[in-house]
T-cell receptor
Framework: NAGVTQTPKFQVLKTGQSMTLQCAQD?????MYWYRQDPGMGLRLIYY???????DKGEVPNGYNVSRLNKREFSLRLESAAPSQTSVYFC?????????????FGPGTRLTVL | TQLLEQSPQFLSIQEGENLTVYCNSS?????LQWYRQEPGEGPVLLVT?????EVKKLKRLTFQFGDARKDSSLHITAAQPGDTGLYLC??????????FGAGTRLFVKA
């Protein structure tokens, strides 16, 4: 049981380059999330997918796109990377019970945009 | 905009000391979670509290949810170097989104 896996672990891009961050979960959760974490700002929601086939914008969606490929996989794409997108990106899947959402995070992708 | 404010932002203590960190909001939450994040890793769920006034214990960690479900505290007894990390609180309001605080960074010196 791997939980939530993310690839790559590290990435350096030049301004304007594109890339896709991959995420997969094996816990059979319906909901999946992408966050970015910057010093002093906590976790900010980029996009989420409440269930297979649906995606919605979070707090900071500009410059990103997502694809919920199937129940297990949720990818995040940067079409034209900018230095402001330098951050640590976390994928999470959620165990939901009523109004309780407990999140399980991957190990993160550390992205630097030069 | 819903906010979760955590205090203190940073705490450095000696092994064996006790400490309390706080998580406050003007919003009411249906549930609240505490996570611990170690350097280079993702946050890991410690506990969920649901009922106003609820107290949960996890070994040396005691979590309390405020009576009005707007705030929470985490108390660590006899801190150890292994407790070092970033402690995050997160609140649910019933939808799909979770609100995270910016965290308290704890360093326990041996």
């Amino acid at each position: 049981n791997a939980g939530v896996t993310q690839t790559p672990k590290f990435q350096v891009l030049k301004t304007g380059q594109s890339m896709t961050l991959q995420c997969a979960q094996d816990m059979n959760h319906n909901s999946m999330y992408w966050y970015r974490q910057d010093p002093g700002m906590g976790l900010r929601l980029i996009y989420y997918s409440a269930s297979e086939g649906t995606t919605d914008k979070g707090e900071v969606p500009n410059g990103y796109n997502v694809s919920r490929l199937n129940k297990r996989e949720f990818s995040l794409r940067l079409e034209s990377a900018a230095p402001s997108q330098t951050s640590v990106y976390f994928c999470a899947s959620t165990r939901t019970s009523g109004s309780i959402n407990e999140q399980f995070f991957g190990p993160g992708t550390r992205l630097t945009v030069l | 905009t819903q906010l979760l404010e955590q205090s203190p932002q940073f705490l450095s203590i000696q092994e064996g000391e006790n400490l309390t960190v706080y998580c406050n909001s003007s919003s009411v939450f249906s549930s609240l979670q505490w996570y611990r994040q170690e350097p280079g890793e993702g946050p890991v769920l410690l506990v969920t509290v649901v009922t106003g006034g609820e107290v949960k214990k996890l070994k040396r960690l005691t979590f309390q949810f405020g009576d009005a479900r707007k705030d929470s505290s985490l108390h660590i007894t006899a801190a150890q170097p292994g407790d070092t990390g970033l402690y995050l609180c997160a609140g649910n309001t019933g939808g799909f989104k979770t609100i995270f605080g910016a965290g308290t960074r704890l360093f326990v010196k041996a």
